[in-house]
């Protein structure tokens, strides 16, 4: 059942030590170009790779001093590191989405950008960390609708974004949370995931979805990352139309990436590229038959 708040996943934000770098490695693998690296007066430098369907930002702060904002980013690079780090939802209607999370004592803070003439607007609704558990999130919306550079497939293929992996310490207690301050409810049709020693739910966002996974055995990688860094975004998982020329094409390319194999979702297969070929952040490439 869609969410009566949220339309679509937006954007993801990752933290990285040098935008200008992350973004020029992903747009070299093959991924197109969303927006160029723009330095904000706000305290950062920001560039996006576009995901078929919604983007996937490089954020680096560069002046802590900035204010709140710079120093948010800032303290959260030097105490997590790089890598996936915030969630950005498109709200079916922004003022109604506002209202609600306020409501639900969910609201954390707003920002709208300056307007300009003849320029797009923005605006954004931060929610308090415990409203979502496992990830920094809120909701956006830009007037007129943003339209990225590049609408296409890239070199790489790119469908859309699949699903956004979120690393989660009670997975009950998350999606009572997601479903009442976000309005996002399970798919409990879907078929249990493959794979032991975890587990997962699926939340429907859009055409993508969240995967909420919670560590069952002292072991894997969902546990070390919850043992490492706490709760938080995994990484983001994006489809392709063809996984083996994917793979292919990015070891022609130099990127480190992993053997096709099962993804823990039936009629799926994966391959991971190493963080170190994007900057720490984590990306899977997915096929569906």
Known sequence: MPSPLVR???????????????????TRLGFPLSWALERQDAGWTNGAVWLGDCSLEFLTPHD??????????????ERGGPGTFMLA??????????????????????????????????????????????????????????????????????????????ATEDLEDALRL?????????????????GAGFKAARLPVGESFLELVQPEAPEGRFYEQVQERGEGLFSVSVEVDDLDEAVRYLREKGATVSDPEASIWPGARLARINHHSTHGVSIQLIERR
């Open 178 to 194: 997601w479903e009442r301050n976000v309005g996002l409810k399970e798919d409990t049709t879907l078929e249990h995931p493959l």
């Open 89 to 166: 939802l498109e709200a079916t209607a922004y003022g109604k989405a506002l209202a609600a999370v306020r409501a639900a004592g969910a609201l954390a803070s707003v920002y709208e950008s300056p307007v300009a003439p003849g320029a797009r607007s923005y605006r954004s609704a931060f929610l308090t960390r415990g409203a979502t558990p496992g990830v920094q999130s809120f909701f956006c919306e830009y007037d007129p609708p943003f339209v990225p550079v590049d609408g296409g497939r890239g070199a790489l293929n790119v469908k859309k974004l699949d699903h956004v992996i979120i």
């Open 8 to 26: 679509r996943i937006d954007h993801v934000v990752s933290l990285v030590h040098d935008a200008g770098a992350a973004l020029q490695a992903c």
């Open 64 to 77: 802590a001093g900035a204010g709140p904002g710079a120093r948010f980013f800032t303290q959260a690079l």
